[in-house]
């Protein structure tokens, strides 16, 4: 039985979520709020670090921490039929490099700036926003030029590279829109009609009130 602990709501969580709906894997979920003492600790048991997702294969005896592991581990014990990771050693090299971009480059800077938002009266870091902006910028020139040459971001094929993608847009749009950028805004269309992805969304609204951003009205 594999068991996966991550909350809706958490952009890597959502990565790996995409993951499994893509490939209808059976799982059973259990939705963790680190701010639950028992739930917390009930993700630490697994995993000490206390960061979701992580994934349990009971069968197995295997514990799987991080949405890129996550997705890895799922193609090679539990593959379906959508191969997410190329099986040609270059494709899939691309797959993982845009895969760090989108995690390294997008969602880690954008929770930089969701965070800085949350500091104390006086304790704001300007400095370290204007930063975490120019990088995310950065990572939407790059990542458009490199959408003029497939439907998705390493190619013709929906790959990990796309579950890493779907989130990490959907709330950087919020805070660092990429409307200038048409090749990603085009992309970024075709990842919301997606069925895994829109799977997600739908099951992460009910969370959203823990964003501490307004929501922008095409976002209903």
Avoid at 21 to 30: D, K, L, V
Avoid at 53 to 71: C, K, Y
Avoid at 112 to 134: F, M, N, Q, S
Avoid at 146 to 153: D, F, M, N, Q, R
């Amino acid at each position: 039985m594999l068991r996966l602990y991550y909350h809706p709501f958490a952009s890597f969580c959502q990565k790996a979520l995409i993951a499994l709906y893509e490939n209808e894997t059976s799982f059973t979920g259990e939705i963790i709020d680190l701010g639950d003492p028992d739930r917390r600790a009930a993700l630490e048991r697994v995993w000490p670090m206390t960061k979701f997702p992580v994934l349990r294969d009971e069968a197995r005896g295997v514990t799987v921490p991080e949405s890129s592991l996550v997705i890895e581990y799922l193609q090679d014990h539990h593959p379906g039929p959508a191969r997410l990771i190329p099986e040609d050693p270059d494709a899939a090299l691309r797959v993982r490099m845009l895969d760090r971009v989108f995690d390294n480059y997008v969602s880690l800077p954008l929770q930089k700036i969701v965070v800085d938002t949350l500091r104390p009266e006086g304790r704001a870091d300007p400095h370290g926003v204007e930063e975490a902006r120019g990088l995310i910028t950065r990572a939407y020139g790059m990542v458009d030029k490199e959408l003029a040459h497939g439907s998705w971001a390493a190619g013709e094929a929906f790959s990990l590279a796309d579950c890493a993608a779907a989130p990490a847009l959907f709330y950087s749009n919020i805070v660092a829109p990429f409307a200038s950028f048409p090749n990603l805004a085009a992309y970024y269309r075709r990842l919301l009609a997606r069925p895994s992805f829109a799977r997600v969304v739908d099951e992460a609204r009910p969370y959203r009130h823990l964003f501490p951003l307004p929501w922008p009205p095409e976002y209903d």
